[in-house]
């Protein structure tokens, strides 16, 4: 009897065997791994939801600043030309600029150029006369322009105007041709002094980045 429970005790102090410590690590080093493998796709999660945050203030800042552009763009009677314009890929705005109650209006010629895959927001000094601000409409953006990146990552990015009778276009001769059929109309006694029509009353930007899978559209009203 004494002997048969010296050999229980003896059992039940021997421990772990080798091979129980040998699964136990390997349990321990699976659930390590699994956690790890989870902490890492919850790292990732987060930095792409960060930067399409960022992405999405960057776009909403770019398209605000475009929206109160159109809104304030000049007439084509005050720009002697349409007020809005595309050339080689540059979308340009005529539009009043901000004075203090009382002055004399201005005008600023504003400019989004594509350099370098980012978007750039060129504005011109105030514009006090019609040679200034033919100056502004034939020349490049001199020294005294204000150049505000806007966005960078930018793949692509487009524009069509608004053309009243003609509907959406990225032609400037139709453009130009509703220019001239608003000036004739002018003429005609039973308007009177009726102001000149718009040539362009809408704009749509359409913007692709390199960090979203589909190009992103906005669409805004001229001087509205």
Request: charged share 20%; proline share 5%.
């Amino acid at each position: 009897m004494r002997r048969t429970a010296r050999c229980d005790r003896a059992r039940t102090a021997r421990g772990f065997t080798l091979i129980e410590l040998l699964v136990a690590i390997a349990i321990l080093a699976v659930v390590a791994i699994l956690s790890w493998r989870g902490l890492d796709q919850i790292m990732r999660g987060r930095d792409t939801i960060t930067r399409a945050m960022a992405d999405e203030r960057v776009f909403a800042q770019m398209f605000d600043q475009m929206r109160i552009d159109c809104r304030q763009a000049a007439s084509d009677d005050e720009a002697g030309a349409a007020a809005i314009s595309l050339d080689g890929g540059v979308l340009q705005i005529v539009r009043a600029f901000a004075v203090p109650p009382g002055t004399a209006p201005r005008l600023q010629v504003v400019r989004y150029r594509v350099t370098e895959g980012r978007v750039v927001r060129y504005a011109s000094p105030p514009i006090a006369n019609l040679g200034e601000l033919r100056r502004a409409l034939r020349g490049g953006e001199s020294g005294d322009w204000n150049a505000l990146p806007m966005m960078g990552g930018v793949g692509s990015i487009s524009a069509r105007l608004y053309v009243p009778k003609v509907g959406w276009t990225s032609s400037m001769q139709d453009v130009r041709a509703q220019l001239t059929a608003n000036i004739n109309n002018l003429k005609v006694p039973q308007l009177g002094n009726a102001p000149l029509p718009r040539s362009v009353t809408g704009l749509e930007v359409r913007v692709g980045a390199t960090s979203l899978q589909w190009p992103v559209t906005r669409v805004f009203l001229v001087g509205e």
